[in-house]
């Protein structure tokens, strides 16, 4: 029955958007769906290590330490305003074809996605509060904390694949040499936004 619970919630937690999805949308709309689910990929990695980090008390040493804390914020931020400054230049000089997803291309976007979910603080501080709720009374803490974090993975990416699908099976109007330049110019600014407002919020 706490699976069944849990799993709804990470439904209902998966489908607000945030930096994950702008990310996983930005690569999409850039480099096709391979990079999209390149950038899922490599985010739900960092979404894994933060729910094992929650399962063996790791994360508590983030959570206790301002220092840390606010490190990986600015951290977190200048990646997001870094990517958002790509994507305003690029939208600027004209947005990419799709074609140009390439193997490299989908590394990169790997990479983005697992970057960015662990530069970013409020994932970890999400896992410690999120994941425990779900833990029943004389269960093996550690071993149930990673079942959970198993599921959240599992659910993110089927969340994930059918927004990537969708976006994809729009693929001719979003292609479009004046509309892909304003989405890149949309997705900039949304990622200079959540970079901004990760900077200047507290815990």
Not at 29 to 36: D, H, M, N
Not at 64 to 76: F, I, K, N, T
Not at 131 to 146: H, I, K, M
Request: aromatic residues 8%.
């Amino acid at each position: 029955m706490y699976l069944l619970a849990f799993a709804g919630a990470c439904v209902l937690v998966a489908m607000v958007p945030g930096v994950s999805t702008a990310i996983i949308l930005r690569q999409t709309l850039r480099a096709g769906r391979g990079s999209g689910l390149a950038a899922t990929l490599g985010n739900e990695t960092g979404i894994l290590l933060w729910g094992l980090a929650a399962a063996f008390g790791l994360s508590a040493l983030l959570v206790a330490s301002q220092l840390a804390y606010d490190v990986m914020r600015v951290a977190g931020a200048v990646v997001l305003v870094v990517m958002g400054a790509q994507s305003l230049w690029q939208a600027r000089k004209g947005a990419p074809a799709p074609e140009v997803a390439t193997a490299p291309g989908r590394r990169g976007s790997y990479l983005a996605g697992v970057g960015t979910c662990l530069a970013n603080p409020k994932a970890a501080v999400f896992a410690m509060s999120f994941l425990p709720q779900f833990v029943p009374a004389g269960q093996n803490v550690p071993v149930t904390l990673v079942t959970l974090a198993v599921v959240w993975v599992l659910i993110d990416l089927l969340w994930y694949t059918l927004l990537i699908w969708t976006v994809a099976k729009a693929k001719e109007w979003l292609g479009r040499p004046a509309v892909r330049r304003r989405l890149e110019q949309i997705s900039g600014v949304v990622l200079i936004g959540l970079g901004v407002r990760l900077v200047v919020e507290s815990r």
